[in-house]
């Protein structure tokens, strides 16, 4: 049984920062495509950013330059460091690994507002 538990959200003001952890377990992560993705209340859900088993990187466009999509293998972890939070980043964001089937975790609540 595959299990992807996200971490580290919260509440945090505009222009704040938060890292969020998914620590992967009963997968050997490091062969995994592992995502962020997000979904706001009344929308659907979205990519954040992806790291592939190789440690390439994509973006959404409202990611880059703000977001940083990490691994740390030997800790089956992936990271998304977020800065510059605005009040539109607010929404549930949720952990995907890849590969043959995909994997997705229960999600971690970011709320962005002063």
């Known amino acids: 049984q595959v299990q992807l538990v996200e971490s580290g959200g919260g509440v945090v003001q505009p222009g704040g920062s938060l890292r969020l952890s998914c620590a992967a377990s009963?997968?050997?992560?490091?062969?995994?495509?592992m995502g962020w993705y997000r979904q706001a209340p009344g929308k659907q859900r979205e990519l954040v950013a992806t790291?592939?088993?190789?440690?390439?990187?994509n973006y959404a466009d409202f990611a880059k330059g703000r977001f940083t999509i990490s691994r740390d293998n030997a800790k089956a972890t992936v990271y998304l460091q977020m800065n510059s939070l605005k009040p539109e980043d607010t929404a549930v964001y949720l952990c995907?690994?890849?590969?043959?089937?995909?994997?997705w975790g229960q999600g971690t609540q970011v709320t962005v507002s002063s």
């Open positions: 009963s997968i050997a992560v490091r062969v995994y495509d």
């Open positions: 995907n690994a890849k590969r043959i089937s995909s994997f």
């Open positions: 790291i592939t088993s190789g440690g390439s990187t």
